[in-house]
Structure formats: C-alpha cells, structure tokens
C-alpha cells in the first residue's frame, strides 16, 4: 500500500464492552427468571393465605391457598373488595389498618375474622407491606389456636369453680363438725 486515504479508528474496547453488557444482561435475566419461578413456588405451595390488593381492598390477586382455606373460587373473589368477606364487627378495625398502609405503615400482626363460602368465620393473623399502589398481606389460620384458648380458658374457669366449691365444702364440713361437738356437750 502506498497511500491510504480514510481513517482508522480501533473499535476492539467498545467491541468486548459490549459482549460483557450481552453477557451481564444474559446473568440478570437468568436471576430474574429463577427469582420469579422461586417466588412462583413459594405463591403455590405456601399453606399461608397471600393477598394482593389496592388501596381500596379490591383483591388483584390470591393464592392457591386463599381460595382452599375459605373455599371461594378465586374467580369469586378476584376483582372484589376483600371487605365484603371482612365479619362486620371487624370492619371498622379493618379500615383503620388499610388506611395506616395507605400511608407507608407495614402491619407485623393484625387480626380480623374472614367470612369462609360456607358462611362461618375464620379467624386470620395477617402480616401485610405496601408499595406505591398495592398492599402485600400474608395471613395465617388461627381459628383452632384461639378456640384452642377458649377452651383452656373456660378448663381454667371451671377449676377454679371447682376449687371455690371445694373450699367451700371443706369450710362447711368443718363448721358443721364444730357445730355437732357443740351439739353433743349440750
């Protein structure tokens, strides 16, 4: 070559920064994918109730759980406010915990009564996270804990009324064995 006319311009750096991008690009869909199939499991297979809903408890997603703990199609519940399946003695509590996510609040443990298909009531403990336009909630079956409590309450009552009439027989017995050495000397 005896002249050359035009440049050159040495494109190896731009070339490997780009093969790195395709390769980190590649990396982060690949954790994206694997994050979304864990969180995917988790939705399925997790016995807790999981809830999604707007600010104005309209329900945007359930899962499997949700609708096998309470028996709701998720067809029925889907696109319908949750505060309709609220008891109605729990509705003005519920309202003021919505509002406090409303305002950034994270709930750690809240409880209400959820109407289940059949028309009983569940009790659920409820942990719940906003974001920008949803509420995130986690809720756990405590109808059998909290009857389990009762019960225990009531055992304890009872004893307690059993050990009162005890006392009280014991305290008669004795009144009536003073009474009957006072009877004989007469």
């Known amino acids: 070559v005896q002249r050359w006319v035009g440049t050159n311009t040495d494109i190896e ?3 490997l920064a780009s093969l790195l991008l395709a390769n980190m690009n590649d990396m982060l869909s690949n954790e994206i994918r694997q994050r979304t199939a864990e969180r995917d499991r988790m939705w399925v ?3 807790d109730l999981m809830l999604v809903a707007d ?3 309209i329900i945007e997603a359930v899962n499997p759980a949700f609708t096998s703990l ?3 199609r998720e ?3 889907v696109g319908n406010p949750f505060m309709q ?3 109605p003695d729990d509705v003005a509590a519920t309202i003021n915990e919505v509002a406090g996510l409303a305002t950034g609040k994270t709930t750690f443990r809240f409880e ?3 109407r289940h298909h059949d028309g009983s009531y569940r009790i659920i403990a409820w942990a719940a996270s906003p974001d920008e336009a949803h509420i995130h909630a986690v809720g756990r079956d405590v109808t059998a804990d909290r009857e389990a409590q009762e019960a225990m309450r009531r055992t304890e009552q009872a004893l307690q009324q059993s050990q009162k009439m005890e006392t009280i027989g014991k305290l008669t017995g004795g009144v009536a064995h003073d009474f009957n050495n006072l009877l004989q000397v007469i």
């Open 70 to 72: 309470l028996g709701w």
């Open 112 to 114: 209400n009564r959820y």
């Open 13 to 15: 750096d731009q070339k």
């Open 45 to 47: 297979l997790s016995t």
């Open 75 to 77: 067809s029925e519940i």
């Open 55 to 57: 600010f104005n408890s």
């Open 85 to 87: 399946l609220v008891h």
